[in-house]
């Protein structure tokens, strides 16, 4: 870690393959043993340093074949293909768990567990999310297509509305739970259908989360 201060306030989308719940946000197992996920970000506010990163975009793509903390994990970075070189350079920071406390952010504590970082990728990134409505979009052509959208109830077939409170969590307070669909084609491939979503206001700095 560095002495560089950093912070970002931004909307998040989040597609995993467990189930709508998604045992991890409990410190329980994976629904099905293993953990793929991708995410999105859409900085509203940021900076890293003296450099500002507001309306900047990110991705994360993730894979482990177990637990997250059992380790052994891959990983990969889309950014925004707008970010000039400091930029780049920042948000590669931030979100490889740089310049950050230890334990105090998840892109900190998922740094931890990769096995494999692959090489960045800077590209066009078609991001849409509406917290409230539990309404996501991702694309990052040739590399990654998502969306979510509300859980069913299933014998009305109406909207049903969940949240998750964490208080003392190092990625958000609280989420909009939904349901999601994914496909990654590269550098990792699979592929989510119908798991666990989440959409999310995350503010969040070198310390953790800001309150």
Request: charged share 25%; hydrophobic share 35%; aromatic share 8%.
């Amino acid at each position: 870690m560095t002495d560089v201060k950093w912070s970002i306030k931004a909307r998040e989308f989040v597609n995993c393959n467990c189930s709508y719940g998604c045992p991890c946000q409990f410190n329980g197992l994976p629904t099905y043993g293993d953990c793929r996920a991708v995410v999105g970000m859409q900085i509203d506010q940021g900076h890293h340093g003296d450099t500002r990163l507001d309306g900047l975009r990110f991705v994360n793509i993730l894979r482990w074949p177990g637990a997250i903390h059992e380790g052994k994990g891959e990983a990969a970075v889309v950014i925004d293909e707008r970010a000039n070189e400091p930029q780049r350079a920042a948000l590669i920071r931030i979100v490889t768990g740089q310049d950050t406390e230890p334990g105090a952010t998840i892109f900190q504590v998922f740094s931890t567990t990769f096995e494999k970082l692959h090489e960045p990728i800077f590209a066009p990134i078609d991001f849409d999310v509406d917290i409230d409505a539990r309404k996501g979009r991702l694309v990052v052509r040739g590399i990654t297509e998502g969306r979510g959208e509300p859980i069913k109830n299933p014998v009305t077939g109406a909207a049903h509305r969940a949240r998750i409170d964490i208080p003392d969590g190092f990625e958000y307070s609280l989420a909009e739970i939904g349901r999601g669909w994914s496909k990654v084609a590269r550098p990792m491939q699979f592929t989510l259908a119908d798991s666990y979503a989440q959409f999310a206001h995350v503010n969040l700095c070198q310390s953790g989360i800001l309150r």
